[in-house]
Nanobody, 115 residues
């Protein structure tokens, strides 16, 4: 079973930047379409950005122009560069497949945008 470890979150002021990382226990990024998700208390997990095994990228409207998804297949790692952060970006961020069935969810990384 694949395991994910998300990292890079933290407390940042509005307008700031963070780079999230998602390390996988297996070589999956070249095999599966992958995505970053986020979740806030009381809300469903939502897709933020996705990248196919062929490299096609899509973003949620809320992320367009501010976030950049990328991956390094050799390092089994996926990234989410987040710029111009807003308070509404505050959430726990997760990585996983873009399609069902998904792998088990990692613990995520908390991003808090606040002054």
């Amino acid at each position: 079973q694949v395991q994910f470890v998300e990292s890079g979150g933290g407390l940042v002021q509005p307008g700031g930047s963070l780079r999230l990382s998602c390390a996988a226990s297996g070589r999956i990024f070249s095999i599966h379409n992958m995505a970053w998700y986020r979740q806030t208390p009381g809300k469903q997990r939502e897709l933020v950005a996705s990248i196919t095994k062929g490299g096609s990228i899509n973003y949620a409207d809320s992320a367009k122009g501010r976030f950049t998804i990328s991956r390094d297949n050799a390092k089994n790692t996926m990234y989410l560069q987040m710029n111009s952060l807003k308070p509404e970006d505050t959430a726990v961020y997760y990585c996983n497949k873009d399609t069902f069935p998904r792998f088990s969810w990692g613990q995520g990384t908390q991003v808090t945008v606040s002054s």
